[in-house]
């Protein structure tokens, strides 16, 4: 608590809480002023009884519930990080752009990623406006109203990402991450008014035992999130004139989570892929498009599959995610070169085949883990027989995470501040 009070007291460090504040509010504000001709009423029947675009809705930063001129959000960008990250995998420019060349790579990365988050905006509003109108969720506008609203929605999406950037600036956590976190913080009091309205006495005991899950929960995620797996590392002894350098020990830490929510954002973007399908055929056929939605919805309406499902995306894209962010031969190779090496452990082979092998141990309760969290609302809801009580296990991986890496560039700020007036 008092760490926390020591933000305020310090000027530099209050002025960037009140300009990341200022900067929430005014994405908040912008996703709730919906686009011209919605009928709210007509909009959220068709939306509660479409399970895709609660994810949406999600990357949206809560702007796609009422049709906002945010209702993409930050949506297209991580498309369009996806789409990049898959490219370094296929061309080794790319890879070589992102993990070679620094930070000077890692800016050309990014703006390629903003590049390309443009056409992607584009195509995904129109196809979303088109599908919704195909559905009879809106009216149909004029060709100069859907332009417009193509427009509007566009640059609202592009709008999102500038405001999130000017957070990031501000080194108080990463400013795509936080726009989420605003969407999911402002759901709480629609859902727990839900919850309160929905209340029997009879359910007393089910809702105490939902408070107390929820809290493992979290209890759970912040276990998950910062657990690692330290693996000792020892220096040679080196002599360099009349100076000996090296004989000190200390370890490697190989986090259990590896991949944070990586692997639950790409696995949504699986899920989400056939409705992106379905927004693309609207442009060419819309009677193919409501065909493939329709199959989509049959299979989002079976739990069980959809919850298998769900959890083997999960489990793959977090050994795939994991594997791609940690190399065992660049490490070992890099530890040699050091002058490290793993007690008992040969350096060279010996060592990237025993990281590969704690790295595939460590990811397995990882994956395991991140999987049933991302099915958690499922198993919630089957328990209990009461759909109101749903905790997102998605939503509170995020809040959880972002939380962590926020408060973590806070202290290091506190930090350095407090080195500085030491000196």
Excluded: C
Aim: charged letters at 15%.
């Amino acid at each position: 608590m008092w760490r926390f009070l020591q933000i305020f007291r310090i000027e530099d460090l209050r002025k960037k809480v009140f300009i990341v504040g200022g900067l929430l509010l005014v994405y908040r504000l912008f996703a709730a002023i919906p686009t011209p001709g919605v009928d709210a009423e007509r909009l959220e029947a068709y939306f509660n009884s479409n399970q895709f675009l609660g994810f949406l809705n999600f990357f949206s930063g809560g702007g796609l519930d009422n049709l906002s001129i945010m209702m993409l959000g930050v949506g297209p960008y991580i498309t369009a990080t996806i789409i990049m990250q898959l490219l370094t995998i296929i061309f080794p420019k790319f890879k070589e752009m992102y993990y070679e060349e620094g930070e000077r790579g890692k800016a050309k990365f990014n703006r390629y990623s903003r590049l390309v988050t443009v056409p992607l905006a584009i195509l995904q509003s129109y196809g979303f406006l088109t599908l919704l109108i195909s559905q009879e969720a809106i009216d149909k506008p004029s060709s100069f109203e859907m332009f417009v609203n193509v427009a509007v929605v566009t640059a609202g999406s592009m709008l999102a990402l500038w405001l999130g950037e000017l957070i990031t600036e501000q080194k108080i956590g990463n400013g795509i991450s936080l726009l989420i976190l605003a969407g999911i913080v402002s759901s709480l009091p629609s859902d727990i008014g839900l919850a309160l309205t929905s209340y029997t006495p009879g359910l007393l005991p089910t809702y105490i035992g939902f408070v107390i899950v929820a809290i493992l929960i979290i209890a759970g995620v912040v276990f998950l999130n910062e657990g690692e797996r330290k693996i000792p590392i020892a220096y040679a002894r080196r002599v360099r004139g009349m100076k000996m350098y090296g004989g000190a020990s200390s370890y490697l830490p190989l986090k259990v989570n590896q991949a944070g929510m990586i692997p639950l954002i790409f696995a949504i973007s699986v899920l989400l892929f056939p409705q992106f399908l379905a927004q693309i055929l609207s442009v060419v056929s819309t009677p193919l498009a409501l065909k493939v939605n329709d199959i989509v919805t049959q299979f989002m309406n079976n739990q069980l599959y959809y919850g298998i499902f769900y959890f083997l995306l999960v489990f793959l894209f977090t050994y795939f995610y994991t594997a791609i962010t940690f190399n065992p031969e660049e490490i070992s190779k890099n530890l040699q070169r050091s002058g490290g090496f793993i007690p008992g452990i040969r350096p060279g082979e010996a060592t990237a085949s025993f990281f590969s092998a704690i790295v595939n141990r460590v990811t397995f309760f990882g994956a395991v883990s991140l999987g049933l969290i991302a099915v958690l609302p499922l198993i919630i809801q089957r328990l209990t027989g009461v759909s109101v009580l749903n905790v997102s296990g998605t939503a509170i991986l995020i809040v959880v995470a972002v939380a962590l890496e926020t408060m973590r560039q806070v202290n290091s700020q506190l930090t350095v501040r407090e080195y500085e007036g030491l000196s």
